[in-house]
């Protein structure tokens, strides 16, 4: 009994310390080999605050600001979408479903709050994860799709995210593409969604695809700073799909200018990647 009060005494009590906790558990999934079983202690412990924290206000009800409500309320909602990673990440697929299938009956917003940015969660994960996780973030955002009137403008934007991101993880490119398209449509000066889209169209790898990439690189090149590491990298695309479309004058064109203009090419790793690809290119006749 002293054990289990020791161990009770150990759990997080207040908003701060189990905000720590979370960190902690977000850190241990974000490793280059994520520590599932560590995780799944830290949320173990946000979960047994929660439920302390529930026993308290109903027996001995506080008031606290609307602040706070809403930290706790996000709190817990980036803890489920950890848990969810966790079950993933240790094979644990069925408890992971089940999880995901309680949110049904919540409120759209809080589900889309779990269900965004959740295969990102898995960047570092083995391959069968990222696409067994996938699987269950796409069936649940089709599922949320179906619930589109119950949320505002904005958080539809938020959803067709998560839809394209469930996509791209489980190898649906072409979907993953036409979602991302309808979104850059509306705000066509986004950096990130043009590059995502680029990266997308790149790695479709048609003629299509890659003449189309060609045109969103140089779109992303222009609104970068010239000369800094992002332009560079939106450069050097544009250079890579010119040589994939095998426009080799116009490639070997590219990628002579930029030398000369500038020598540095943003950095040790894209000058040696823009010097592999003037080695690919076939000689001048």
């Not at 189990?18 to 560590?38: G, H, K, M, Q, S």
Request: hydrophobic residues 35%.
């Amino acid at each position: 009994r002293r054990a289990s009060v020791q161990a009770d005494e150990q759990r997080p009590r207040g908003i701060e310390q189990t905000e720590v906790c979370l960190r902690f558990a977000r850190i241990c999934l974000n490793r280059a080999r994520p520590d599932y079983r560590r995780g799944a202690k830290l949320l173990d412990l946000i979960e047994t605050s929660r439920l302390r924290r529930e026993r308290e206000q109903q027996s001995e009800p506080t008031v606290e600001t609307a602040d706070v409500k809403t930290r706790w309320k996000l709190l817990y909602q980036a803890a489920t979408q950890l848990r969810i990673v966790t079950l993933a990440g240790g094979g644990r697929f069925r408890e992971a479903k089940s999880l995901i299938e309680t949110l049904a009956d919540s409120d759209a917003r809080d589900v889309l709050g779990i269900l965004d940015g959740l295969s990102e969660l898995t960047a570092n994960a083995d391959e069968k994860t990222r696409h067994r996780l996938g699987e269950l973030q796409l069936s649940a955002a089709r599922e949320l799709d179906r619930r589109r009137a119950e949320l505002k403008p904005p958080e539809q934007q938020r959803l067709d995210h998560c839809l394209g991101q469930a996509y791209v993880a489980t190898g649906r490119s072409n979907q993953a593409i036409k979602v991302y398209e309808s979104l850059l449509s509306q705000a066509p000066k986004d950096r990130r969604l043009l590059k995502t889209v680029a990266e997308l169209l790149t790695s479709c790898g048609t003629p299509e695809c890659l003449q189309n990439a060609k045109t969103q690189w140089r779109r992303l090149e222009s609104l970068e700073r010239t000369g800094e590491p992002a332009w560079m990298n939106a450069r050097y695309q544009v250079a890579w799909c010119s040589f994939a479309l095998e426009q080799f004058d116009e490639c070997r064109k590219l990628l002579a200018v930029t030398r000369l203009v500038y020598p540095a090419l943003g950095g040790d790793e894209l000058r040696g990647r823009f010097a592999e690809l003037e080695k690919k290119l076939p000689a001048v006749r």
